[in-house]
């Protein structure tokens, strides 16, 4: 063979190569474009898919008995808290307001929703048409129970969003915050002057802000003003309807950012002029992101209320609105998956770090900052580009040495 | 035609009374009529006693030193100010006590002197915001991804991409506006305003910061735009070519004053306007 037909033959090879990549190119870049058009849609299934693998992977773990007894006591609240996280993420990151009266709806929904589930407790009795047609359908009314408080919280804990709002939403930045941070505690504080009690009998419910106003003959005295809302039993809150209660705020706030309403909530907060001037009603849109966040919470707080037997006024203070704030921060702004990821690791992590007994809350706080600072610098930022590079690279490589030996 | 009386408010130089129209709009109802328009800030007459009439698909001009209250006009026709003085028709309609969102809908938009994009978000999302009143579905099929959310996605997706096309811009839809460079920003506002289907067009300095191949471009756009849209365009520009080059009126503004008023011909000869532009040389001798 001589030197011609060598060269014939690298060139022949070299176009065969190049004919074989081309063929794999299209359907990469095809790949590529579908992903980038659909980018949010993959995004949203992945978090559904990631909360139902969870779900699974509890139930799997209470069955085998691996779970903890304190461990399986945190499933409700996390949901809870991971629905008030993405919840709050709508106002703050979507909206890009900065509220710190969450809490203040949260103990809104869970004052209504213990109220909608104890009136419905006495006020339909076992003979009760209402409790029989239920019954006829095999539905336990507990769950029955569940979803309407859920809902009756949803739409005060939303009024009173709406009320708050209107003035709320004419301040921008700091004063916006010192303002709902301010009504979120004069909720608290009117809701902690509040009795509630139920008549055993008939269900008639005797609100007061006197607790001398309740007669005692006949009443269950359930929202004790000071020391909050106790005797709330049966639990009817269960780990299923906390993730059904998840899976719905994502469906609610996902759809709601990725479609008409959400493009024009999100145009509000990148520029409120521009927003005007094309058109669109800067007030109205940061209204429905409020009052929907002030629903979600409201469900949450209901949620919360129903998984425990008391629950002190304290627990919906200004701490809670900063916890959830520290969620939404961490798992990033406008990032719905970082939000039920960050809520659902810091939950846990206090009950992780157990063993540091005293320390434990220093030790909180420590990875806290370190989780940010980590997460920010420069190195870590840097090398994770870079492993991404490398993947990519490493992937690019074997279609092309697969495409070769084909 | 409805010729404005026009008040002369300088004292050197009579103002042309001529309107500005052109013929082809001749008998029409001008698209914005101006009368005595003003706005005081404290004590500060920013702009004072301004008589404007565009036609319906004339392209207008809006010039003036640093300084002069154009930018002030164009924000007290989009009611970012609400002018103390005079008033404001657009197509016919006064437009007295309403917000800026208000009178978009009316059919006036804008583009910034400094540019106002939705920087977080891709060219597509700016331009389906312009489109926001246009295609309308409710929250709740939003939400649910009923028929009506997905009929006006198709429906918001192809407007946009077609209104996209007319600056070549289809290839960028999925990059964020935040990242484009500044010329394909400048068309991205202008687009995104067009989408608001608006009558006026008001562009603040299109060309800043453009090369003169760029400013070219610009100009046949701007034409073909009214030429497609029939709608009016009234622009404030520093740049002399684009001025008069399209322009068919142009109105000169000087602290906050209308000091000279018509066609590019007689603005250019015009004394007061000559004076207002390069007056400061006298001063310095």
Redesign the interface.
């Known amino acids: 063979m001589n030197q011609k037909h060598k060269m014939t033959i690298t060139h022949l090879f070299t176009h065969a190569l190049e004919i074989c990549e081309s063929f794999l190119r299209q359907p990469r870049i095809m790949a590529e474009k579908i992903y ?2 659909h980018k949010m849609t993959i995004t949203h299934l992945f978090t559904y898919a990631l909360v139902i693998c969870a779900y699974f992977a509890c139930q799997s773990m209470i069955k085998a008995e691996k779970m903890t007894l304190s461990l399986e006591g945190q499933l409700v609240p996390i949901c809870a808290y991971i629905v008030l996280a993405v919840s709050l993420n709508l106002t703050v990151g979507i909206s890009g307001e900065l509220s710190l009266g969450h809490a203040g709806f949260m103990y809104v929904g869970a004052i209504t929703g213990v109220i909608a589930s104890m009136w419905m407790r006495y006020a339909f009795t076992e003979e009760s048409a209402f409790f029989l047609f239920f019954e006829n359908m095999n539905i336990d009314f507990a769950l029955v129970r569940m979803l309407i408080s859920l809902i009756v919280a949803g739409v005060f804990a939303g009024i009173v969003g709406f009320i708050i709002g209107i003035p709320v939403l004419r301040l921008r930045g700091d004063y916006l915050a010192i303002v709902t941070l301010a009504f979120g505690e004069i909720i608290r504080n009117i809701m902690t002057c509040l009795y509630v009690a139920v008549n055993k009998k008939t269900g008639a419910l005797n609100f007061t802000f006197n607790n001398s106003d309740i007669p005692s003959k006949d009443f269950k005295l359930f929202i004790k003003g000071p020391t909050g809302i106790t005797g709330n039993s049966p639990k009817i809150a269960t780990f299923v309807i906390g993730i059904g209660l998840v899976l719905f705020t994502l ?2 706030v996902q ?2 950012i990725n ?6 909530i ?2 509000c907060r ?2 409120r ?10 007030t109205k849109y940061k209204m ?1 992101a409020f009052v929907t966040s002030a629903c979600l919470a409201g469900m949450a707080g209901a949620l919360y209320a129903a998984n425990f037997s008391s629950v002190v006024p304290s627990k919906f203070s200004i701490d809670t609105s900063i916890l959830i704030l520290v969620f939404v921060v961490l798992g990033g702004l406008g990032n719905i998956l970082g939000s039920v990821i960050s809520a659902t690791v810091l939950t846990l992590l206090p009950e992780l770090l157990r063993e540091f007994d005293d320390y434990r809350m220093l030790v909180y706080v420590v990875v806290l900052i370190l989780t940010m600072l980590i997460t920010n610098s420069p190195i870590v930022k840097s090398l994770i580009g870079a492993i991404k590079e490398g993947a990519k690279k490493l992937f690019a490589r074997k279609n092309t040495e697969n495409g070769a030996n084909s | 035609m409805a010729s404005k009386k026009f008040k002369s408010n300088t004292i050197m130089v009579p103002v042309p009374s001529t309107s500005i129209v052109p013929e082809r709009d001749a008998g029409k109802l001008p698209v914005l009529e101006t009368s005595h328009l003003g706005i005081e800030f404290g004590g500060l007459k920013a702009v004072d006693d301004v008589n404007l009439a565009v036609g319906p698909t004339e392209i207008c001009g809006l010039i003036g030193p640093n300084g002069a209250g154009k930018t002030t006009v164009f924000n007290l026709l989009t009611k970012v100010y609400q002018p103390t003085h005079g008033t404001i028709l657009l197509n016919g309609k006064d437009t007295a006590g309403m917000t800026t969102e208000q009178a978009n809908r009316m059919g006036i938009a804008r583009t910034f002197q400094n540019i106002r994009l939705f920087n977080n978000m891709t060219v597509e999302e700016n331009v389906t915001i312009g489109l926001h009143n246009q295609i309308r579905y409710n929250m709740f099929s939003g939400i649910f991804r009923l028929p009506g959310y997905w009929m006006g996605e198709k429906k918001q997706h192809q407007k946009a991409l077609d209104l996209l096309s007319i600056f070549d811009m289809t290839h960028l839809a999925n990059a964020k506006a935040g990242s484009l460079p500044y010329g394909a920003q400048r068309r991205l506002e202008i687009v995104r305003a067009l989408a608001t289907h608006p009558s006026l067009l008001l562009l603040d300095e299109p060309a800043a910061g453009m090369n003169p191949h760029e400013t070219e471009e610009l100009m046949e756009n701007i034409i073909k735009i009214r030429d497609q849209f029939q709608i009016a365009v009234l622009l404030i520009e520093h740049d002399m070519n684009l001025v008069m080059g399209i322009c068919e009126g142009i109105c000169v503004l000087n602290y906050g004053r209308v000091i000279a008023k018509g066609t590019p011909d007689e603005i250019q000869s015009n004394p007061a306007v000559i004076e207002a532009y390069l007056g400061k040389q006298k001063e310095a001798k």
């Open positions: 980038q058009k469906l609610i759809n709601l479609s008409r309403t959400g493009r024009a999100k145009a990148d520029n002029i521009a927003a005007e001037s094309m058109g669109l009603n800067v429905i």
